[in-house]
Antibody, heavy 118, light 108 residues
Framework: DVQLVESGGGLVQPGESLRLSCAAS????????MHWVRQAPGKGLVWLSR????????SYAGSVRDRFTISRDDAKNTLYLQMNSLRVDDTAVYYC???????????WGQGTLVTVSS | EIALTQSPGILSLSPGERATLSCRVS???????LAWYQQKPGQAPRLLIY???NRASGIPDRFSGSVSGTDFTLTISRLEPEDFAVYYC?????????FGQGTRLEIK
């Protein structure tokens, strides 16, 4: 079965950094594009970033482009999101997802909560 | 950035009724790049429909998707108690990828 397990969330202060991880299993990780999506408390889904199956192509939402970096380690079957200069409005549950053929997200992790507060 | 406008914001129906949820896209993206997700409280989203009209694996056939130009529709033919949730549309045809704001389907 496809499994995606996020980790690395927690409480940080504004301006600090955090790296999220997404451990993948049950499928050939190197064959798939991967995504990060977040959801602030009580709000809707917001797409953040995606990375191609070979890591050569990345894209970002404008709100995070200069602060967040997506990467992957196919040897470890793990997706990452490096988040720098965190702001209070980055507080959210962060989900990783597996990309389908036309960019939809066919499997989602359970999410990890990031809280940015002083 | 392509905007997805979902309507209504809240839909109140009873089990057994038919639900029609709308997603209007601000620019053409191609039907291959429109998906629908269901999210229940405290859970991750679940893919329902991809490429506008294709049901994802394991999704009951009471869920269907359709498209007319830039208007996409998710229809639930006969509501079951477990269908009451929030539904999101999503486009991946143009960067940045965007989601609609969601439609909350609640029990009347």
């Amino acid at each position: 079965d496809v499994q995606l397990v996020e980790s690395g969330g927690g409480l940080v202060q504004p301006g600090e950094s955090l790296r999220l991880s997404c451990a993948a299993s049950g499928f050939t990780f190197r064959g798939y594009w991967m995504h990060w999506v977040r959801q602030a408390p009580g709000k809707g889904l917001v797409w953040l970033s995606r990375i191609s199956n070979d890591g050569s192509d990345t894209s970002y939402a404008g709100s995070v482009r200069d602060r967040f970096t997506i990467s992957r380690d196919d040897a470890k079957n793990t997706l990452y999101l490096q988040m720098n200069s965190l702001r209070v409005d980055d507080t959210a549950v962060y989900y990783c997802g597996r990309g389908g053929l036309s960019g939809y997200i066919d499997y989602w992790g359970q999410g990890t909560l990031v809280t940015v507060s002083s | 950035e392509i905007a997805l406008t979902q309507s209504p914001g809240i839909l109140s129906l009873s089990p057994g009724e038919r639900a029609t949820l709308s997603c209007r896209v601000s620019q053409s993206v191609g039907s291959s790049f429109l998906a629908w997700y269901q999210q229940k409280p405290g859970q991750a989203p679940r893919l329902l429909i991809y490429a506008a009209t294709n049901r994802a694996s394991g999704i009951p056939d009471r869920f269907s998707g359709s498209v007319s130009g830039t208007d996409f529709t998710l229809t639930i033919s006969r509501l079951e108690p477990e269908d009451f949730a929030v539904y999101y549309c999503h486009q991946s045809g143009r960067s940045p990828i965007t989601f609609g704001q969601g439609t909350r389907l609640e029990i009347k």
